[in-house]
């Protein structure tokens, strides 16, 4: 595969990531404001599925293409921007892993609650809180490996 078709896929399976990460949290996030039962229910299992569909593929993606790249353009993983960045997308994967569990979490007490028409028990939120905040260091995590990755930043050089 030609460099620059690497790169393309690359570029668009790191917007795939960010679009459904950034598009899930939204959706839940606005899901759990309404209250509806039903439609956290709902959404819910549309974000863990969207997780299964889109985020874990592009996260596998993500790293083997860009050291793949890296190693086309015979620059050294210890590169600042590319050390950077492999740095922050293992402190954004430390993140997502725990969020993938408390979104499975989430969902199954969600649909349960729908089925018995009960409101959501108090674990749902606190896990609901726990989802949030582990998003804010992934998802700031993400945005500074992109910064990197256009910018080249910190000293660094490549295409």
């Known amino acids: 595969m030609s460099y620059t078709a690497l790169k393309?896929?690359?570029?668009?399976?790191?917007?795939?990531l960010f679009g459904t990460g950034l598009g899930s949290a939204f959706y839940k996030w606005m899901a759990d404001r309404s209250g509806n039962v039903?439609?956290?229910a709902v959404t819910n299992r549309h974000v863990v599925l969207?997780?299964?569909?889109?985020?874990?593929?592009?996260?596998?993606?993500?790293?083997i293409s860009g050291l793949w790249m890296?190693?086309?353009?015979?620059?050294?993983w210890t590169t600042p921007w590319i050390a950077a960045s492999i740095g922050l997308y293992v402190l954004a994967g430390i993140c997502w892993l725990p969020v993938v569990?408390?979104?499975?979490?989430?969902r199954n007490l969600a649909a349960d609650a729908a089925a018995r028409q009960q409101p959501l028990p108090t674990i749902y939120?606190?896990?609901?809180?726990?989802?949030f905040w582990l998003g804010v260091p992934a998802f700031t995590a993400m945005v500074l490996v992109v910064v990197l990755m256009v910018?080249?930043?910190?000293?660094?050089?490549?295409?």
């Open 38 to 40: 039903t439609h956290i």
């Open 8 to 16: 393309t896929l690359h570029i668009l399976s790191m917007v795939l």
């Open 125 to 131: 939120w606190h896990l609901a809180r726990w989802w």
């Open 50 to 63: 969207a997780d299964w569909l889109f985020t874990t593929p592009t996260v596998i993606f993500q790293p």
């Open 70 to 76: 890296v190693t086309l353009l015979e620059l050294p």
């Open 101 to 106: 569990w408390l979104q499975i979490r989430m």
């Open 151 to 159: 910018g080249k930043y910190m000293g660094g050089s490549g295409s």
